[in-house]
T-cell receptor, first 112, second 110 residues
Framework: NAGVTQTPKFQVLKTGQSMTLQCAQDMNHNSMYWYRQDPGMGLRLIYYSASEGTTDKGEVPNGYNVSRLNKREFSLRLESAAPSQTSVYFC???????????FGSGTRLTVV | EDQVTQSPEALRLQEGESSSLNCSYTVSGLRGLFWYRQDPGKGPEFLFTLYSAGEEKEKERLKATLTKKESFLHITAPKPEDSATYLCAVESVATDKLIFGTGTRLQVFP
């Protein structure tokens, strides 16, 4: 019963490099989300997918792209990393309605 | 614009010393208010959902209440293992996403 799995757990990038953060859930949830968490800023929504085949921008989408590969998987791509993207990234999913989100354990990304 | 404000930012309690955390919100039609617990280095863990003013939910030493403008998380006789950051979030009827507050970092000392 894995829940939401994120890979990798840690990553260091040089400015300008690209990478993809992976997220998979095994709970048959419809909706999936990518958040970033920075000290003093709380969790901010980057992108979300309300259902398979759809994606929408959140509060801070600039510099990111997403792909909802299938119902289980939702990836986040940084095309050209910048130091401002240094953060902890969380993926979450929910079946919808009044159910709470289930979060992954996060990816700690440092851009130097 | 939907907004969530949590206070205090940090709270230090002696074991057994009860207290409350506050979450004030403005939202264009509340669908639900959510409380999460987050331990260092981990993702948030869902605690409660509250739907309407006057509602209360309880789990062990925690009780969450809701009014039209704020929610309280009451911690009764806390233990050191209750130490964590507690996050509040709201979802409006117009959206499918949560807006989070910045959290209250709780430390309980033996």
């Amino acid at each position: 019963n894995a829940g939401v799995t994120q890979t990798p757990k840690f990553q260091v990038l040089k400015t300008g490099q690209s990478m993809t953060l992976q997220c998979a859930q095994d709970m048959n949830h419809n909706s999936m989300y990518w958040y970033r968490q920075d000290p003093g800023m709380g969790l901010r929504l980057i992108y979300y997918s309300a259902s398979e085949g759809t994606t929408d921008k959140g509060e801070v989408p600039n510099g990111y792209n997403v792909s909802r590969l299938n119902k289980r998987e939702f990836s986040l791509r940084l095309e050209s990393a910048a130091p401002s993207q240094t953060s902890v990234y969380f993926c979450a999913s929910t079946p919808g309605g009044f159910y709470g989100y289930t979060f992954g354990s996060g990816t700690r990304l440092t851009v130097v | 614009e939907d907004q969530v404000t949590q206070s205090p930012e940090a709270l230090r309690l002696q074991e057994g010393e009860s207290s409350s955390l506050n979450c004030s919100y403005t939202v264009s039609g509340l669908r639900g208010l959510f409380w999460y617990r987050q331990d260092p280095g981990k993702g948030p863990e869902f605690l409660f959902t509250l739907y309407s003013a006057g509602e209360e939910k309880e789990k062990e030493r925690l009780k969450a209440t809701l009014t039209k403008k704020e929610s309280f998380l009451h911690i009764t006789a806390p233990k050191p293992e209750d130490s964590a950051t507690y996050l509040c979030a709201v979802e409006s009827v117009a959206t499918d996403k949560l807006i989070f507050g910045t959290g209250t970092r709780l430390q309980v000392f033996p």
